[in-house]
């Protein structure tokens, strides 16, 4: 027995949106904030075209929350190098009678468990785009780093703090574009490897198992 039912939804063959938004007021770089580049959350801009076109967009990440603090921030930008989002990220663990409690409890829900074996884990995340008015887009540099040791990320966190504060990213992002030969036609993490290389940083590590 599978224990899944398929449901009658099929997919929409028209790939594109065609009616316009009725407001003539230029989208402002809120309206495209925490662009997803790898996965299918909307932008505020999408989601307007997503209604007019008569589809609506349903919550994803909506009820998520997370334990999050802004690490690098940028002014709006509409073109050049344009910061996505940068964070800093966190994930507790259980200790002293917050870990009985759950013990306890476990007996009755095993489901508990699954928190009572997190281990706290620390991550870093820089997302770094490029736009231009002859139509370029690509991701600059987007690196995330995860790990269990806190002394590890917080080293890294350092490391990267001075370099990256360093680096002049409309530049950056025209030197990558002139090397696009290299790495467009490269896989997701091909890429990302590439792009750690060309910068002298670690390669990307994220979406580590965080149980025990």
């Known amino acids: 027995m599978s224990y899944v039912n398929l449901t009658h939804h099929q997919f929409n063959p028209n790939g594109f949106w065609e009616k316009p938004l009725e407001s ?33 967009a349903k919550p994803h990440r909506e009820p998520h929350r997370a334990l999050k603090m802004p690490w690098f921030t940028q002014s709006d930008r509409i073109e ?36 009572i074996r997190i281990r706290p884990k620390w991550g870093l995340d820089f997302s770094m785009d490029y736009v231009d008015r002859s139509g370029n ?31 002049d990213w409309d530049d950056a992002a025209i030197q990558i574009l002139n090397l696009k030969n290299q790495w467009h036609h490269l896989d997701f993490f091909a890429q990302s490897d590439w792009k750690c290389n060309y910068f002298g940083i670690e390669k990307e590590r994220f979406k580590m198992v965080i149980w025990e």
């Not at 997803?36 to 008569?54: F, H, K, V």
């Not at 600059?140 to 995860?146: K, R, T």
Request: proline fraction near 2%.
């Open 137 to 167: 887009v690509f991701e600059v540099l987007h690196w995330e780093y995860d790990g269990f040791v806190y002394d590890e990320i917080e080293s890294y966190k350092q490391l990267l703090e001075a370099k990256f504060a360093g680096i």
């Open 80 to 115: 050049g190098a344009v910061l996505n989002h940068s964070l800093l990220f966190e994930r507790k663990g259980y200790a002293g009678e917050a870990l009985l409690q759950l013990q306890q409890w476990a007996r009755s829900n095993p489901l508990i468990y699954k928190i």
């Open 24 to 56: 003539l007021t230029i989208p402002t770089a809120q309206d495209l904030a925490l662009f997803d580049q790898n996965g299918y959350d909307l932008t505020d801009l999408e989601q307007r075209y997503a209604a007019i076109n008569s589809m609506q």
